[in-house]
């Protein structure tokens, strides 16, 4: 079985461009999460999708993240314009039951804004 | 004050011994807790869950929780190189919710 995949692997970008992050869930996994780890600090939450709809999007930072799910199967996450402090590890993870958290991480895009 | 602690390390330990990892969190109504384990340049990896006070063991790991001293930790048993990793300890605050607030992770080293 396939595990939770993302791409690009890294992304570099100058400030102001836009950028699209991609995940793809384990197959049947209605819960989709989105993390964000910038150098030094903790992983934080940014959303949680269940199938299409948001859950819970507490996490997001400003209005220039816009993420979607799109049949509540494959998600995006995108950031414009883009700035420095965007920069950091972006996660997708999913699973079956909500209260469970993040059962299965993704390997994660790599953003660089320079 | 942050909502989940831990000891950022290194906790260096020898190879075959109990190597002890602690978080502490500041919501008393998170319900479910977490161990996940970090390799360098990998993604987060659940280990172990616990919901209810006590202990719970899976192979050479047991995690411990303490939701009146809002405390849980980890316990690896018969400590291998290859657990030298991150370990991120996550609490989920609240019912029907999957938000994970995490610690910034305890790097540990078992020593050969």
């Known amino acids: 079985e396939a595990g939770v995949t993302q791409f690009p692997s890294h992304s570099v970008i100058e400030k102001g461009q836009t950028v699209t992050l991609r995940c793809d869930p384990i197959?049947?996994?209605?819960?989709l999460y989105w993390y964000r780890r910038v150098m030094g600090k903790e992983i934080k939450f940014l959303l949680h999708?269940?199938?299409?709809?948001?859950?819970?999007e507490s996490g997001m930072p400003n209005n220039r993240f816009l993420a979607e799910r799109t049949g509540g199967t494959y998600s995006t996450l995108k950031v414009q314009p883009a700035e420095l402090e965007d920069s950091g590890v972006y996660f997708c993870a999913s699973s079956q039951a909500p209260a469970g958290g993040a059962e299965f991480f993704g390997p994660g895009t790599r953003l660089t804004v320079l | 004050q942050k909502e989940v602690e831990q000891n950022s390390g290194p906790l260096s330990v020898p190879e075959g011994a109990i190597a002890s990892l602690n978080c502490t969190y500041s919501?008393?109504?998170?319900?479910?807790f977490f161990w996940y384990r970090q390799y360098s340049g990998k993604s987060p990896e659940l280990i172990m869950s616990i919901y209810s006070n006590g202990d719970k063991e899976d192979g050479r790991f047991t995690a411990q929780l303490n939701k009146a001293s809002q405390y849980v930790s980890l316990l690896i048993r018969d400590s291998q190189p290859s657990d030298s990793a991150t370990y991120l300890c996550a609490v989920n605050g609240g019912s029907n919710t999957g938000k994970l607030i995490f610690g910034q992770g305890t790097t540990l080293q078992v020593k050969p």
């Open positions: 999708f269940v199938k299409e709809s948001k859950q819970d």
């Open positions: 919501d008393r109504v998170s319900q479910s």
């Open positions: 197959s049947g996994h209605d819960n």
